[in-house]
């Protein structure tokens, strides 16, 4: 059974990293900054800084969840949390379940930053709640690696798609919401690729939830990833490679459900995010951090120092744009308008 998760976890590190994977529409093309050709602002004093879980960080957008279940997956655990370290950005490890089932491949997640100062996020399927996971094994989730937050991510096509898919999706809810109340840190509940809507971010916020990660639609698709696996359905696969709401839209609906919410419910937008242009989208349309994985997966696979320059490039380009726009810092940035094309 264990051998099994190494195989598939190997399977959709090769498939997802991979241009076939990556497929939709995330929307970001269809909005456009007003350009302020006179920002009135020096370049150098602007800030992407901002705080999350108590920890300040210097930017805006994180390295989403990716699963760590095989060797190359220390490996890249490794790079990505030294770069997360050196330049100051959060990070969300993948799923931690086969770790939980057979605890001597927590190694495999063990956090080399001894003195980590950013936040860094656990990570376990909900569908589990339904197949022998409760609250304790949440929790282990998080001791295991120091968590400042726990993502249960939500991946029902995905479970469909796949030939060995855990399928019984009833009763989450009231589960998602004892383990909101159970475990010692917050919950963020993260689709994979197929949006978040604003009926079912609702439905998450009236148990307690008060973190979403939209993961929408237009980035790696993980239909297309399990139909591609070795005895996958392709054309099922690729079929709902076309399923989703584009992550932008997935953003605007999270957005109406935090607007009318008397607690605050704080949004990350993932799916298809790509460059530092893309994180100034996701924050002007009402997200607090934008998330990506695939590209740093690629970058993670070659090295540290790639994953950094990575960080860098984006962290370059969101401060162009903020400059294109004239804002000097992310709260200033969350209140500048986008026109949307047609
Ligand atoms: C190699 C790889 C492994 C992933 N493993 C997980 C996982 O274990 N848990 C999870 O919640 N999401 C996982 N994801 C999904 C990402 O966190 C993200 O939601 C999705 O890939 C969309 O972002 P992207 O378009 O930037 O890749 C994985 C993504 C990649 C590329």
Same mark, same amino acid.
Request: hydrophobic share 45%.
């Given at each position: 059974?264990?051998d099994?998760?190494?195989?598939?976890?190997?399977?959709?590190?090769?498939?997802?990293?991979?241009?076939?994977?990556?497929?939709?529409?995330?929307g970001?093309?269809?909005?456009?900054?007003?350009?302020?050709?006179?920002?009135?602002i020096?370049?150098?004093?602007?800030?992407?800084?901002?705080?999350?879980?108590?920890?300040?960080?210097?930017?805006?957008?994180?390295?989403?969840s990716m699963?760590?279940?095989?060797?190359?997956?220390?490996?890249?655990?490794?790079?990505?949390m030294a770069?997360?370290?050196?330049?100051?950005?959060?990070?969300?490890?993948?799923?931690?379940?086969?770790?939980?089932?057979?605890?001597?491949?927590?190694?495999?997640?063990?956090?080399?930053?001894?003195?980590?100062?950013?936040?860094?996020?656990?990570?376990?399927?909900?569908?589990?709640?339904?197949?022998?996971?409760?609250?304790?094994?949440?929790q282990?989730a998080?001791?295991?690696?120091?968590?400042d937050?726990l993502?249960?991510?939500?991946?029902?096509?995905? +479970? @469909? *798609?796949? %030939?060995?898919?855990n &399928?019984?999706?009833?009763? $989450?809810? /009231?589960?998602?919401?004892? !383990?909101?109340?159970?475990?010692?840190?917050p919950?963020?509940?993260?689709?994979?690729?197929?949006?978040?809507?604003?009926?079912?971010c609702?439905?998450?916020?009236?148990?307690?939830?008060?973190?979403?990660?939209?993961?929408?639609w237009?980035?790696?698709?993980?239909?297309?990833?399990?139909?591609?696996?070795a005895?996958?359905?392709?054309?099922?696969?690729?079929?709902?490679g076309?399923?989703?709401?584009?992550?932008?839209?997935?953003?605007?609906?999270?957005?109406?459900?935090?607007?009318?919410?008397?607690?605050?419910?704080?949004?990350?937008?993932?799916?298809?995010?790509?460059?530092?242009?893309?994180?100034?989208?996701?924050?002007?349309?009402?997200?607090?951090?934008?998330?990506?994985a695939?590209?740093?997966?690629?970058?993670?696979?070659?090295?540290? +120092? @790639? *994953?950094? %320059?990575?960080?860098? &490039?984006?962290?370059r380009? $969101?401060? /162009?744009?903020?400059?294109? !726009?004239?804002?000097?810092?992310?709260?200033?940035?969350?209140?500048?308008?986008?026109?949307?094309?047609?």
């Open positions: 059974m264990i099994d998760i190494q195989k598939r976890k190997r399977e959709h590190l090769e498939i997802s990293t991979s241009a076939v994977a990556q497929t939709g529409v995330t970001f093309d269809s909005y456009r900054f007003v350009h302020n050709a006179l920002p009135e020096d370049f150098d004093e602007i800030d992407t800084s901002c705080q999350m879980f108590e920890k300040k960080l210097n930017y805006p957008f994180f390295i989403s699963t760590g279940g095989v060797i190359e997956g220390k490996k890249i655990n490794r790079n990505l770069a997360a370290e050196r330049c100051g950005v959060m990070m969300g490890v993948g799923s931690q379940r086969a770790a939980i089932e057979k605890p001597e491949l927590a190694e495999l997640f063990v956090d080399e930053v001894r003195e980590r100062s950013f936040p860094l996020l656990a990570n376990v399927g909900a569908v589990q709640l339904n197949y022998g996971f409760g609250v304790k094994e949440m282990k998080v001791d295991m690696i120091g968590a937050a993502i249960l991510h939500i991946n029902s096509i995905q +479970e @469909a *798609v796949q %030939a060995e898919g &399928r019984n999706f009833k009763g $989450l809810i /009231v589960k998602i919401g004892e !383990v909101v109340r159970g475990v010692n840190v919950i963020i509940i993260k689709e994979v690729g197929f949006g978040i809507s604003e009926e079912v609702d439905r998450l916020y009236s148990v307690g939830v008060r973190y979403v990660d939209v993961a929408g237009g980035g790696t698709s993980w239909s297309v990833v399990e139909g591609r696996r005895g996958g359905d392709r054309s099922l696969g690729d079929l709902f076309e399923w989703g709401i584009p992550t932008t839209e997935s953003v605007a609906m999270c957005k109406k459900v935090a607007d009318r919410s008397s607690e605050k419910l704080t949004i990350f937008a993932s799916g298809g995010v790509r460059n530092g242009v893309d994180v100034a989208k996701a924050i002007a349309l009402g997200a607090d951090m934008a998330g990506l695939a590209p740093f997966a690629k970058a993670a696979m070659e090295s540290e +120092e @790639a *994953v950094v %320059a990575s960080i860098e &490039r984006l962290g380009e $969101l401060k /162009v744009a903020m400059f294109g !726009v004239g804002v000097k810092n992310l709260f200033e940035l969350k209140k500048i308008p986008l026109i949307r094309l047609i």
